[in-house]
């Protein structure tokens, strides 16, 4: 066999005699191998052979600090162990140093995408435990805002599994819109991200004038942009051979695991804690809750992008319907006194002074308050033990729980794969660890 | 949620076959929980999830308590689920603090009945030093691997921890040692 071209160090070789033009095969180079070494049978057989690799920390696929330990025989994943931990903060540890209304920047800052779902999850539970009521206009202002939150992870999310799967443009597309809804966060709250809006008893203020014009036309731009995504990954052939079939977890497994939100809902279980649940302002609001069918990354996909939609028609009942009224609660013990009160009434000045140096106090008792996030059942226990400062408080994080379910998804397929259904798991790894 | 009359039937039923397994429950702000006797876990969990008419089959999350300074001093809650009538139900398996100071507290484990409370059994070992008895890899989970301490108790400091920054070698020389 002629080569086209042999470069210098082929033709040493070849004249050494350790270069073959002919092809040789396995059972060649055992043959070969077992004649250089007397008394020893040399046995190649590859696809028995198993190769541990280490995928992370830090790795650009795994959209956080997260390590993944993964057997390969071959291309095919035949185990996978999860190793987190390297964002841990003890965010837990010191929400028990903080006073109860001091609490809710820290508890924003653990799964960075749903700051609003996170500040939900806590503040219900410390009201639930003090049994406060909160104003009408606020609960439908926090709906507001965590519809708002859930397009803003979603589109992280798709931007960034695109990315994976080497359709570079949606990022950017949704990335822009992405923008566009933290402009909606910072024209209402002031931030962009870590808003701190939501307060113990209601929200830190009220909407400002432009903003409900401003959501409009958010809603127009979303739903365009929502039909261009589609339009770009629905028949891309690429796109819809790495996700169909891949991935896929039967729906009695995913609830052994504790798996909720879109992953549970993709595999055919409408299972919504908006629906069943029924907090705040969503039993008045019409919504419907997408669910798949197979359950691949297909179904995933599917999923999250029919939830934006519907997020945006919650949103528009949101804005036709929004409620007159005070948007915090009336009672001094645990809301702070509006600003121009304190100039006027001895009172409020005294409840003021209160609320900010000592905090409130919280007679002894636990509470667990679930909210539907983005990730599925993120849930909030708080330990009250009669101080002014939490006895404990415990984030049941969706990614960690639905962390667990990866090594089902993947064992028996592709490597390749792996990085589509962690995509399509949608972990924050701030929330893992917290 | 069973209301507090529900909580008791629940108690008297598992009582009859597990005598002594439910110590006692409360109902508080709308919240329902069992307290329970740790070595009747299994039995009780068993029960609530296979016993038609009860069917807490979906286990949401567990997670560990610390009643410092009480006795007994720890707790390990689990929130049940029941997906038809969504109804939550608490477990608590109060476990007191060994006397000897060399030795955990043990509760059994429910990896075998539900699935989901392996990394968070995994992580109540790693953050309060309660150790889950049949759990199949228990190690530290967030916490370094050879991490000493249990950084949830209440007597464990916050800012414990020192913080090793290089500028700390100008005041505080071998900062490191």
């Known amino acids: 066999m002629a080569r086209m071209e042999d470069t210098l160090h082929d033709r040493e070789l070849r004249q050494a005699g350790t270069l073959r033009d002919e092809e040789i095969t396995v059972a060649d180079f055992t043959a070969e191998l077992s004649d250089r070494v007397p008394g020893v049978e040399f046995e190649l057989e590859p696809e028995q052979e198993m190769l541990t690799v280490n995928m992370g920390p830090h790795h650009p696929a795994t959209h956080g600090v997260l390590r993944l330990v993964v057997d390969l025989e071959g291309e095919v994943v035949k185990d996978l162990k999860p190793v987190i931990g390297y964002v841990h903060t003890g965010i837990e540890k010191s929400c028990e140093t903080m006073q109860y209304w001091k609490v809710i920047p820290f508890v924003e800052r653990m799964d960075y995408l749903s700051y609003f779902f996170n500040m939900q999850a806590y503040v219900g539970a410390v009201e639930t435990l003090v049994d406060l009521e909160v104003p009408r206009r606020a609960q439908w202002l926090r709906v507001l805002h965590m519809e708002l939150n859930r397009i803003h992870s979603h589109l992280v999310w798709l931007g960034t599994t695109a990315l994976d799967l080497g ?32 307060q113990i008893g209601g929200v830190a203020e009220d909407i400002p004038a432009g903003f409900e014009q401003k959501v409009r ?22 796109f819809l051979i790495r996700t169909k079939d891949v991935g896929v977890v039967s729906r009695e497994r995913l609830l052994q695991l504790g798996v909720t939100g879109p992953l549970l809902r993709a595999a055919g279980d409408p299972w919504d804690l908006r629906k069943e649940g029924g907090y705040l302002a969503y039993p008045e609001l019409e919504f419907d809750v997408p669910v798949g069918t197979v359950g691949d990354g297909y179904d995933r996909y599917r999923v999250r992008l029919t939830e934006m939609r519907e997020s945006l028609r919650i949103i528009e009942q949101i804005l036709d319907g929004l409620p007159e009224g005070p948007w915090i609660a009336d009672d001094r013990k645990y809301a702070l006194p509006p600003r121009a009160e304190l100039s006027t009434s001895m ?8 609320l900010v140096t000592e905090g409130f106090r919280v007679e002894p008792g636990e509470v667990y308050n679930p909210v539907e996030s983005p990730r599925g059942e993120l849930g909030c226990f708080v330990m009250a033990d009669g101080s002014s400062k939490p006895a404990r408080v415990h984030f049941r994080e969706p990614s960690f729980i639905n962390l667990q379910a990866l090594a089902d998804m993947t064992i028996g397929e592709y490597v390749a794969d792996l990085i589509q259904t962690l995509a399509m798991l949608d972990p924050i790894l701030g929330g893992i660890d917290r | 949620m069973p209301d507090a009359p529900g909580l008791e039937l629940i108690l008297a039923e598992i009582n009859r076959e597990n005598p002594g397994a439910v110590l006692d429950t409360s109902y508080d702000r709308e919240q329902a929980a069992l307290i329970i006797d740790p070595a009747k876990l299994i039995e009780v969990l068993t029960w609530l999830r296979d016993t038609p008419g009860q069917e807490y089959t979906f286990l949401s999350s567990v997670h560990g308590a610390d009643y410092f300074p009480k006795a007994p001093r720890f707790a390990v809650h689990y929130e049940l689920l029941n997906r038809e009538r969504y109804e939550r139900l608490r477990i608590k398996a109060i476990v007191a603090n060994p006397e000897d100071p060399e030795e955990l507290p043990v509760v059994p484990s429910v990896v075998e009945l539900f699935p989901t409370a392996d990394f968070q ?57």
């Open chain 1, 167 to 198: 359709a570079m443009g949606v990022y950017f597309y949704c990335f822009r819109d992405r923008d566009r809804v933290l402009d909606t966060f910072e024209m209402s709250t002031g931030q962009r991200m870590h808003t701190r809006y939501f």
């Open chain 1, 217 to 238: 036309e958010l809603i127009v731009q979303l739903n365009t942009g929502i039909s261009q995504y589609e339009s770009l990954l629905d028949k891309n052939e690429i």
């Open chain 1, 347 to 354: 009172e409020s000045l005294i409840h003021h002074f209160k």
């Open chain 2, 121 to 177: 059994e995994r992580e109540v070992y790693d953050f309060f030093g309660i150790v889950f008895e049949g759990h199949p890899d228990l190690r530290r989970i967030l916490m370094p691997e050879d991490y000493v301490g249990w950084p949830q108790r209440r007597d464990f400091p916050v800012g414990g921890e020192p913080v090793i920054f290089t500028r700390d070698e100008v005041t505080n020389p071998g900062w490191w040692q």
